[in-house]
């Protein structure tokens, strides 16, 4: 749309620009991790009490208490948990991990506010683990290895310490740039005041003193916001990695799901991800209607604050799925968004 900021690639050579190699890389070329070897991986009691606890109120309020919320407590949790979603789609994944488009300071700092209103974790660690989820996609290095079943990856990961593989290959992801950032160096440095404000604070606050919302209906809205989110991310991990077509390369586990586009705004063209992880519409296809983290980033691009957005052209994808065996008179199956 917006074609003066859209940068068209002919060649793969701009996805090196998105990953750079280290030294400790290059040599690695021929140590690749297994597909599922078996480890110990000790429980993490906190943070299985701590999903578990935040479900089971999120889904009690929701059922029980919901509809009693004013027209306006709706409007406002929706509204938060869009912006709060382009932090992770927009932000934490399309720009800070995998630098799909260029984006200036203002644009930077309030993308990194919008990651901290979801309160997944530090940006840093988030990044380190989206690098190492593509780079050894399904294997023991994977945070998340779909091949492990639905829950592991959908929230289990997050239940016990990570595969000793993840540590191990995990450090020949380059996190460079993250390192040098400025931006995230603050945010993660004043994570947990920020994260909590900007996730459970003033989100609560807002309803009741704005709108005379009851604190328990603004508290719950804000709990149920939260796990939306957290399960909104983890579908693409899980449901994108297992269910959906593979018209751009069938050797890799991720799919187009639609439904998962549908809930994460857009990253449910997941075998098209996969592909080409630094396209910053995550996508090859269609309209904003399955898309809004591109429709949200060309508004940006139209606004001036973002810029460079990074796209192969049709050529390109064309090469790549021949490349992997793909028919193209198959590629019918790309589902058009
Ligand atoms: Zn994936
Ligand atoms: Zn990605």
New binding site residues.
Partial sequence: MYNSTITEYEDNESQKLTQPETENDKNSIFDQPPKNAPAEQPLIWRNIIGILVLHVIAVYLFVTRYHEAKFWTWIFQIAYGFLTGMGITAGA??FW??RSYSAKLPLKIMLTCFYCMAGQTHLTKWIRV?RT??RYADTSADPHNSNRGFFFSHVGWLMMKHHPAVKKYGKNVNMSDIAADPVIRFFDKYYPPIMLSLSFVIPSLIPVYVWNETWIISIGATIIRYVYILNGTFS?NSFAHLWGTRPYNRNHKAAENRMVAFISAG?GWHNY??SF?WDYK?AELGLYRLNMTTAFIDFMGWLGLAYNLKSPNSEMIDRFCAKNDIDLLETDSKVDI
């Fill in positions: 994944h399309r991990a995998h989206h989820h593509h693409v990253e991800h996969h992880p995550a």
